[in-house]
């Protein structure tokens, strides 16, 4: 008898280790605030600064039809128009010029996102840390694109200025709205390169940040390893 509760307390106290030892590894899974805060902000930096240099060097854009940038849709017809008459290389030129801006633009995004990581609150980092895939981006989207079209806006202007386009081009399109019955076209072609290479940029870090999230080998800090094991539990939960 006495043997038999000897076992029994033996195996309850085993029991009862494996169940601390759970709950104590439960506990180390889970990051301090500092941690998860810590781990998130690796990511972004990583992420980010990946997708901002991969978009700044000479080509990302013109040699990608993927995002290459061309003329706003309604003034392709005035750019067909050219073509028939022997100013395609012009074009092309004017073209290769807006994509050239962009490159130069995304050379300033940059220290742009790495401000707004730094200064990035503990709620905000948690909530984008658990927020599932994207979540990263859509909160830069909302906390730079500001800052980034102010920055972005003169890089391009310098393209577009340096074989003189900005003026003829918005003498051509002033002159083509005169014409009675047309759709009026917007002659700024800066906010149209701003635009779609900041669309380009957000593209990229997405695919950046999801790679992190979905793939422990991106994880490159003790930090980031720890903050997004414990994001990837809360996928279950989502």
Same mark, same amino acid.
């Given at each position: 008898?006495?043997?038999?509760? +000897?076992?029994?307390?033996?195996?309850?106290?085993?029991? !009862?280790?494996?169940?601390?030892?759970?709950?104590?590894?439960?506990?180390?899974?889970?990051?301090?605030?500092?941690?998860?805060?810590?781990?998130?902000?690796?990511?972004?930096?990583?992420?980010?600064? /990946?997708?901002?240099?991969?978009?700044?060097? #000479?080509?990302? @854009?013109?040699? /990608?039809?993927?995002?290459?940038?061309?003329? &706003?849709?309604?003034?392709?017809?005035?750019?067909?128009?050219?073509?028939?008459?022997?100013?395609?290389?012009?074009?092309?030129?004017? $073209?290769?010029?807006?994509?050239?801006?962009?490159?130069?633009?995304?050379?300033?995004?940059? &220290? $742009?996102?790495?401000?707004?990581?730094?200064?990035?609150?503990?709620?905000?980092?948690?909530?984008?840390?658990?927020?599932?895939?994207? !979540?990263?981006? %859509? +909160? *830069?989207?909302?906390?730079?694109?500001?800052?980034?079209?102010?920055?972005? %806006? &003169?890089?391009?202007?310098?393209? *577009?200025?340096?074989?003189?386009?900005?003026? =003829?081009?918005?003498? *051509?399109?002033?002159? +083509?709205?005169?014409?009675? @019955?047309?759709?009026?076209?917007? #002659?700024?072609?800066?906010? =149209?390169?701003?635009?779609?290479?900041?669309?380009?940029?957000?593209?990229?870090?997405?695919?950046?940040?999801?790679? $992190?999230?979905?793939?422990?080998?991106?994880?490159?800090?003790?930090?980031?390893?720890?903050?997004?094991? +414990?994001?990837?539990?809360?996928?279950?939960?989502?």
């Amino acid at each position: 008898m006495k043997k038999f509760i +000897y076992a029994t307390v033996f195996c309850l106290s085993l029991a !009862s280790c494996d169940v601390l030892k759970s709950v104590a590894t439960d506990v180390l899974s889970i990051p301090t605030n500092e941690e998860a805060a810590g781990g998130l902000k690796d990511a972004l930096k990583q992420g980010f600064g /990946n997708g901002a240099d991969a978009l700044s060097v #000479p080509g990302a @854009f013109n040699n /990608n039809n993927l995002i290459r940038i061309l003329l &706003p849709e309604d003034a392709q017809k005035v750019a067909d128009k050219l073509r028939t008459i022997g100013m395609g290389a012009q074009v092309d030129d004017v $073209i290769k010029k807006l994509n050239e801006g962009a490159e130069n633009a995304v050379k300033t995004a940059k &220290p $742009i996102f790495m401000d707004a990581v730094t200064n990035m609150s503990f709620s905000d980092a948690m909530g984008v840390l658990t927020g599932g895939a994207g !979540s990263a981006t %859509r +909160y *830069l989207k909302q906390t730079t694109t500001g800052a980034l079209t102010e920055s972005f %806006r &003169p890089k391009i202007q310098a393209s *577009l200025d340096q074989i003189g386009v900005t003026k =003829h081009w918005k003498d *051509l399109v002033t002159t +083509y709205n005169k014409i009675p @019955f047309v759709t009026k076209m917007n #002659p700024d072609l800066n906010a =149209h390169v701003t635009e779609k290479a900041l669309v380009a940029l957000f593209n990229k870090v997405e695919v950046e940040e999801n790679l $992190i999230r979905d793939n422990p080998s991106k994880r490159a800090t003790e930090l980031m390893k720890k903050a997004f094991a +414990y994001a990837d539990t809360k996928k279950s939960t989502q």
